[in-house]
């Protein structure tokens, strides 16, 4: 008796916790947002102020008349977009190998790149550096893009996805006289249309949210990514707090839109990449 | 005339060329250099001249281990991994099962709330977390002050400072593992629950006996995983702290920047990359024994 009237008791426990649990998520990104926005010195006032008295678009102006920020933003798109699309092409074909050819060494190789996962790539990245500076690319946007082409990652991904796909849809393409090449461009690829948005989001965000490689390869302004400019602004311009809070939202702004817009994809790889593994 | 075998084993290999080309000269080169690298003496001097480069055994490796700032930065990082990562892992299944509950009405919104910081820029939310911090005006303290909380100098006391840093990164990526365990959540089957209940377990017994056994795997994935991102914790300090107040928050990848790409011993720094490595190595092997030994 007793048990039933209390029963909306626990959900709203529920909805209670997941709100503070949502606030307390979001609650930097707003103050970041808000405080982007306010007149010069507000914030750092106290009490802090959570809105600005007066909206001001002025520190997101200043970003891209008195600093380069154009630069930065124009730097991480390119490197975004180059590696996604580049590494995409090279790591479906590789995922298409794994998955649907047979050779002899073939799961011995796939298992030896699944265990080289526990390397962490600083290890990597003092000799690559060298050999970058070899090829005199050092401070290039190939010291970005070519060490990203492929990742072992990629091609787990969709190796996964093709294995579910069954073999006979690609021998019926094989009997009808296709070539390799051809079956892969206008077969495998847009079966794989889903898992390659995935990957392209994965890829996409974590070169534009990458820190410590560009940090290390591009040594000219001119060339930094945007958080490698916002890293080395926030030293030099630390009281100018709303300023770097308007840096920090057109940097977190871009692929926060293309996680909300694409989120079901990307939401669907972490699982897929989280079940498997 | 080639057999449709070797024709199939010829396609694989030229599908694979390109990747495993890349793969071979970009990392697993690079990997074997380094361990070459930290048996040298390679400094600012090898840089410029390579005649200058000697082999010098394991000094690189004594010689770390008789740092007393190698210690510190070791300590600091077990600090991160043993308190951030259990932490990280425990509010990451809290909240799946909170997005995952019966009860729930729009989970959706929810999990796309919780889940937002893990697609922002770790260096732009640092530089937002810094202010937050502030002793001051931030806003982090005037919200502990209403409960009378005296201020705290979150980044600037050395005790403080490493837990500020582990509260960000918790924040930042526990809605990683919230949708890894959400996904194991849903594999588990809904008449287990049914079943349970009509035999009268209470919601905690059936979180205990079900839930939490049938996760088994996606929880050994999970925390494999956290394990290995937050031993190589750089940003947080490199932005937050530059590795102070005192060195409290000096990392061993901070040490191996610094030591590598600011001050160019890179002997030093790959034999200090290849410790980490190891120290991985080993508690990835001792996590997947535990967890055998458990199961048997």
Redesign the interface.
Known sequence: MSRRSYSWLPALLVHGLLAAGAMLALAPLAWMLAASLMPPGEANSYPPRLWPSAITFEHYTALFTRLDLARYLFNSTLLAIAVTVISLLINSMAGYAFAKFRFRGRDRLFQGLLAALVIPAQVTMLPLFLLLKQFGLINTYGGVIIPGMASIFGIFLIRQYLLAIPDSLLDAARMDGAGEFRIYWSLIVPLCRPILVTLAIFTFLGVWNDFMWPLIVLTDSSMYTLPVALANLSGEHVQDTELMMAGSVLTVLPVMLLFVILQKYYIAGIMLGGMKG | MIGP?RH??L??????A???L??A???????M??LA?SFTDFDIYALGDLQRLRFIGFDNYLQLLQSPLFWIALGNTAYFVVVGGPLSVAISLG?AL??N?R???GSA?????????V???????A??????Y?P????LN?GLSLFGVEPIDWLGDPNWAMPAIILMAV?KNF??NM??FI??LQ?IPPPLYEAARIDGAN?WQQFRHITLPLLGP?FL??AL?TM?GY??V??EP??MTQGGPANRTMSV?LL??EE??RWWN?GY??AA??V??AL??AA?MLQLQLRRRGSS
Request: glycine share 6%.
């Open positions: 075998e199939a084993a396609s694989g290999w030229a599908f694979l390109p990747a495993l890349l793969i000269v970009f990392f697993f080169l690079p990997v250099a380094a690298l909240a909170l997005v509950s009860l729930t009405h919104w929810f999990r796309t709330a919780l889940f937002l910081p697609v922002t820029t770790l260096v732009a939310v530089v937002v977390w810094r202010y937050l502030h001051r005006y931030g806003l005037y924040w809605g990683f949708i890894i996904a194991g594999n919601a996606t994935f999970v995983m290995i031993f190589q750089f940003a490199y932005v990848v191996m920047y590598g790409f890179m720094a790959s990359a290849f980490l490595f991985i190595l990835t």
